[in-house]
């Protein structure tokens, strides 16, 4: 996977709806700018505590797996997605669909 880069357009009316809420200043949206940021990575670091307390659960119960688990999370997920039994959300959701 390589990184994944997101443009935002916000319309002068979306600024001002969001101005309403949060401390932005119009002429430079430093505020919104810093509110989506703060956004993504509050969401990543959410997505990241679920996938490690799932998987340290998994991988404890899995008696054919033997070898230490990372405790790195650059390691820990590359283990993590390298296995078979590992599904994204989008697999999940379309396996459940089937039939």
């Not at 810093?34 to 799932?54: F, L, P, S, V």
Request: net charge negative.
């Amino acid at each position: 996977m390589a990184n994944h880069e997101k443009k935002i357009t916000l319309t002068d009316l979306q600024q001002k709806i969001l101005s309403n809420d949060l401390y932005n200043d119009v002429s430079d949206n430093a505020g919104v700018d810093a509110w989506i940021d703060g956004a993504i990575t509050g969401k990543i670091n959410n997505c990241w505590k679920r996938m490690q307390t799932e998987w340290t659960t998994k991988l404890m119960n899995d008696d054919s797996f033997t070898d230490a688990i990372p405790s790195n999370q650059a390691d820990f997920v590359a283990l993590v997605t390298a296995r078979s039994d590992d599904k994204t959300r989008k697999e999940r959701d379309d396996a459940s669909s089937i039939g």
